[in-house]
């Protein structure tokens, strides 16, 4: 399925990024957005399609600027961008604050208040959809990720909440594994995480739930890969 217009948030790196080139390269207009503007620009420049817009999405003026390139026609809201907190992670005994409420504001309220703005525009597209990325931290109680964990379970149920009250709209948590990326590195300092998946690997999961259309609900990027379909 290709979706005439896209936001996708943290785009300017790793799943994001990866995401957004496969989008443009379907034909996709991408409003693709990330805090840092050399890098977003450099990681976009040569894909067909994308405006790139530098920016934080916790910045309300910002995320006014995001809804307003779509110009009224926007079919796909992906919200990737999100907040590790302190590296090393800490236990929630020895957990800051005011960095906590850093990780729920990028990680729970902005994508809420960009939602909130951009639901006119998704309800007036047929293939109106809402993606959240979830983590495995949102289900399982590791060390550490107490912080992390707390915001993207927060979002999960933000996101089965609004998939009851749109049902016309499609809303899905979509859990990516582990992958290779900066974020995850920072979350191991001084660790060999090569052995993670590459962000490009897991775009295809999430590009089966999208064009199979599936159900709202949360899914694992493990049981959309192309090697857990069931037998034709």
């Not at 590791?142 to 909440?161: C, F, I, N």
């Not at 775009?203 to 857990?228: F, I």
Request: charged share 20%.
């Amino acid at each position: 399925m290709t979706f005439a217009t896209a936001i996708v948030t943290g785009a300017g790196q790793g799943f994001g990024l990866a995401l957004t080139a496969s989008l443009a390269a379907r034909g996709t207009t991408v409003i693709a957005c990330a805090r840092d503007a050399d890098r977003l620009r450099g990681a976009t420049a040569a894909l067909p399609g994308v405006v790139a817009l530098a920016g934080d999405v916790t910045d309300p003026a910002f995320r006014a600027d995001l809804v307003d390139a779509a110009d009224g026609r926007l079919d796909l809201l992906v919200h990737n961008a999100g907040e590790l907190g302190p590296s090393p992670l800490p236990t929630l005994e020895r957990y800051p604050l005011d960095a906590l409420r850093g990780v729920l504001e990028t990680t729970v309220l902005a994508p809420l208040a960009l939602t909130q703005l951009a639901l006119p525009s998704l309800r007036a597209s047929a293939t109106g959809t809402v993606v959240t990325l979830s983590s495995d931290a949102a289900v399982e109680a590791y060390a550490g990720w107490g912080g992390y964990g707390a915001a993207k379970a927060a979002l999960d149920h933000l996101a089965a909440v609004l998939a009851v009250e749109e049902p016309g709209l499609r809303v899905h948590a979509f859990d990516p594994g582990d992958m290779r990326t900066a974020m995850h590195q920072r979350a191991f300092p001084g660790e060999d995480v090569s052995d993670r998946p590459e962000p490009e690997t897991v775009v295809p999961s999430l590009l089966r739930l999208l064009d199979e259309r599936l159900p709202s609900g949360r899914y694992r990027a493990a049981d959309l890969a192309p090697a857990a379909r069931s037998p034709q």
